[in-house]
T-cell receptor, first 113, second 112 residues
Framework: NAGVTQTPKFRILKIGQSMTLQCTQDMNHNYMYWYRQDPGMGLKLIYYSVGAGITDKGEVPNGYNVSRSTTEDFPLRLELAAPSQTSVYFC????????????FGEGSWLTVV | TQLLEQSPQFLSIQEGENLTVYCNSSSVFSSLQWYRQEPGEGPVLLVTVVTGGEVKKLKRLTFQFGDARKDSSLHITAAQPGDTGLYLCAGFLWSNDYKLSFGAGTTVTVRA
């Protein structure tokens, strides 16, 4: 059971570099999310998607972009990385709305130096 | 400012003791969830509470949703070292069902 798979697990970026965090799910879920988790701050929603071709901003979208060309994949793009983007990133998916289980990936640790 | 405030932030207890973690908000939630997260992993859903006043039990864990749907608590009876982890509450607002808001979490350590 693969569930939600994120890559890479760890990455060090230099300031100004760009990269893409990959996320794929094999549960045929319509809803997908990207969160970041900082110490003592809980998880903050960056972007979400309610289906292929549809994306929208969450609480903290600045400095990020997403796309959803297929149901399975929801990559997160960091443009011009900044130290403030040092964090742990989690991709997640769910079948539909509130009350349903949200499945999280194992996380991607990103450090910007 | 966190939409959901969790307390305490840290909790360290001896095996066999009981503990309670609180999750409070000034907002009303359509449902509220509790997650446990272990180091190096993503959060894993423990329970979803939907009805005000609802109490759910999961083995030694008891979850309660406040009557006004603004708060919740997690009580662990006879804690074991395997209960160690970060406990997160998360709620869906009436107006934004697909945007789950998380509390900052309570780090629980159970010493053998």
């Amino acid at each position: 059971n693969a569930g939600v798979t994120q890559t890479p697990k760890f990455r060090i970026l230099k300031i100004g570099q760009s990269m893409t965090l990959q996320c794929t799910q094999d549960m045929n879920h319509n809803y997908m999310y990207w969160y970041r988790q900082d110490p003592g701050m809980g998880l903050k929603l960056i972007y979400y998607s309610v289906g292929a071709g549809i994306t929208d901003k969450g609480e903290v979208p600045n400095g990020y972009n997403v796309s959803r060309s297929t149901t399975e994949d929801f990559p997160l793009r960091l443009e011009l990385a900044a130290p403030s983007q040092t964090s742990v990133y989690f991709c997640a998916s769910s079948r539909d709305l509130s009350g349903n289980t949200i499945y999280f990936g194992e996380g991607s640790w990103l450090t910007v130096v | 400012t966190q939409l959901l405030e969790q307390s305490p932030q840290f909790l360290s207890i001896q095996e066999g003791e009981n503990l309670t973690v609180y999750c409070n908000s000034s907002s009303v939630f359509s449902s509220l969830q509790w997650y446990r997260q272990e180091p190096g992993e993503g959060p894993v859903l423990l329970v979803t509470v939907v009805t005000g006043g609802e109490v759910k039990k999961l083995k030694r864990l008891t979850f309660q949703f406040g009557d006004a749907r603004k708060d919740s608590s997690l009580h662990i009876t006879a804690a074991q070292p395997g209960d160690t982890g970060l406990y997160l509450c998360a709620g869906f607002l009436w107006s934004n069902d697909y945007k789950l808001s998380f509390g900052a979490g309570t780090t629980v350590t159970v010493r053998a």
